[in-house]
């Protein structure tokens, strides 16, 4: 018997994967379809696949073309699958010519013609709206923002507002974007807005934006208070847009999967969670100017407390803060939140500089995520057993604000409003949490 394998993510099942199919399947007489799991295509940096892996299979199988239907899910496996099932031939469409070759030490490598004309790319191109994203604010997150876009599935980056006029322009031109400083002549051309202005104005931008019918992407800190928040996301609700926190590690794959391998039990119950972030800055800069809202607070606390009530919750006893202060400026401040069955902190600084890892206690080990942990791609699990411990890797591509563009759209095209990645009570939560400190409560300056 002839045994055949091939693999392929088959999205939006078409003519040429079923010609693919069929032949792959002439080529002898049991055919098994590897169809790529989805954290592994997100992991390859697929982000905009459609189907989830269940239906991909499922349309697989409707061919009635494949013996067995198999699933890959991690790099290296192709070799391991030809050795486990005793394959004769890997066959592969035409556009991976020579890709493949490596293969031919285990089996022999067939490259099938490919149909021409059509792919899951065109097909989700066309029917995919685009979506027009204006970002307010040219700073330098702004230009990371822009290249991020162009790996996401309906977005294009097409307008900047900057209220000074040669910044937007400058802007305009090195992106390519019309440039405005008129908010109203601005938002008139797009569909969704990127909040990207510095901390003080994210608020009246997210609310004007939202009032003239726009969806929302504002980046931290969302807000510098809890009211603000709650008021955005009502006003959001109450007009159907989407309004989404631009904290980026919430949606990164390997952040996710620290999350879901937490809550599954396997360092038992958490305890403890320490979450540090440094970044040292040098005057003049925003970050050390008190009139513009800045501090080690308001610039990394929203990502440190994001990881601490994902993993904690929002339902803590107390909050309270040692902090240094230069010129009215936070350069370090340690928090401590504490809740009922777990106590936790963060430690940020702009003129202190730490140690930046993410530390999970449990009652049966703890998940370690090293500096520059906000950054994940790499996380271990240790126990007192150390021969149990275990180490994951991911890719973290690109500036890793691919992700959160991808969510952000993806609840805009499918029409929801709250993302299980960052939770708007958690987000609210989080705008408190910086309120309670810029309000002085139970801040201790050392
Ligand atoms: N294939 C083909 N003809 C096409 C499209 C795909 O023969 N027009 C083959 C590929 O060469 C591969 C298999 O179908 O062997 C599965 O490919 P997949 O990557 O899932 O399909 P694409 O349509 O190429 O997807 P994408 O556009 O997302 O790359």
């Known amino acids: 018997m002839t045994k055949v394998i091939t693999y392929?993510?088959?999205?939006?099942?078409?003519?040429?994967?079923?010609?693919?199919?069929?032949?792959?399947?002439?080529?002898?007489?049991?055919?098994?379809?590897?169809?790529?799991?989805?954290?592994?295509?997100?992991?390859?940096?697929?982000?905009?696949?459609?189907?989830?892996?269940?239906?991909?299979?499922?349309?697989?199988?409707?061919?009635?073309?494949?013996?067995?239907?198999?699933?890959?899910?991690?790099?290296?496996?192709?070799?391991?699958?030809?050795?486990?099932?005793?394959v004769d031939i890997f066959a592969i469409g035409s556009d991976w010519l020579g890709k493949f070759d490596y293969l031919n030490e285990y089996c022999k490598v067939v490259y099938l013609p490919r149909t021409e004309g059509i792919s899951s790319t065109m097909l989700r191109a066309e029917n995919q709206s685009t979506y027009r994203i204006g970002i307010i604010g040219s700073g330098r997150i702004a230009h990371r923002f822009v290249p991020e876009t162009k790996v996401v599935n309906g977005a294009e980056v097409t307008a900047v507002l900057n209220p000074d006029k040669d910044k937007a322009a400058a802007f305009g031109k090195v992106h390519r974007l019309d440039a405005f400083s008129d908010f109203d002549d601005f938002i008139k051309l797009i569909d969704v807005v990127y909040v990207a202005s510095p901390h003080l104005t994210h608020y009246d931008y997210a609310k004007s934006s939202l009032l003239a019918g726009k969806h929302v992407l504002c980046e931290i800190p969302f807000t510098l208070?809890?009211?603000?928040?709650?008021?955005?996301?009502?006003?959001?609700?109450?007009?159907?847009?989407?309004?989404?926190?631009?904290?980026?590690?919430?949606?990164?794959?390997?952040?996710?999967?620290?999350?879901?391998?937490?809550?599954?039990?396997?360092?038992?119950?958490?305890?403890?969670?320490?979450?540090?972030?440094?970044?040292?800055?040098?005057?003049?800069?925003?970050?050390?100017?008190?009139?513009?809202?800045?501090?080690?607070?308001?610039?990394?606390?929203?990502?440190?407390?994001?990881?601490?009530?994902?993993?904690?919750?929002?339902?803590?006893?107390?909050?309270?803060?040692?902090?240094?202060?230069?010129?009215?400026?936070?350069?370090?401040?340690?928090?401590?939140?504490n809740y009922p069955h777990a106590t936790s902190s963060f430690t940020l600084g702009i003129g202190v500089k730490t140690e930046g890892n993410l530390v999970i206690s449990g009652t049966k080990g703890y998940v370690y995520v090293p500096a520059p942990w906000w950054l994940t791609s790499y996380f271990e699990v240790r126990y007192e057993d150390q021969r149990k411990n275990k180490k994951y890797f991911y890719s973290y591509d690109g500036e890793g604000l691919r992700y959160e563009i991808q969510e952000f759209l993806s609840m805009i095209v499918n029409n929801r409003r709250s993302c299980y990645k960052l939770r708007r009570r958690e987000s609210v939560a989080i705008a408190e949490i910086i309120e309670k400190y810029r309000n002085g409560e139970n801040v201790t300056e050392i």
């Open 8 to 86: 392929g993510t088959y999205d939006l099942l078409h003519q040429g994967h079923i010609n693919l199919l069929r032949s792959a399947k002439e080529l002898g007489d049991y055919l098994i379809v590897g169809v790529t799991s989805d954290s592994f295509d997100r992991g390859r940096g697929k982000l905009n696949v459609r189907n989830n892996v269940l239906e991909r299979v499922e349309a697989v199988k409707a061919t009635g073309f494949a013996d067995e239907v198999i699933i890959e899910d991690y790099l290296g496996q192709k070799i391991d699958d030809i050795q486990k099932y005793d």
């Open 225 to 337: 208070s809890k009211d603000e928040a709650l008021e955005l996301y009502r006003l959001a609700e109450e007009n159907n847009l989407v309004l989404m926190e631009a904290s980026k590690t919430a949606y990164c794959p390997a952040f996710g999967h620290i999350i879901t391998l937490i809550k599954s039990g396997i360092i038992g119950d958490v305890v403890d969670v320490k979450a540090s972030l440094s970044k040292m800055v040098e005057p003049p800069t925003r970050e050390l100017d008190a009139m513009q809202a800045g501090g080690a607070i308001t610039e990394h606390a929203p990502l440190t407390i994001m990881a601490i009530v994902r993993l904690l919750g929002i339902d803590w006893i107390d909050v309270g803060f040692h902090t240094k202060k230069e010129k009215g400026v936070d350069i370090y401040t340690k928090g401590i939140i």
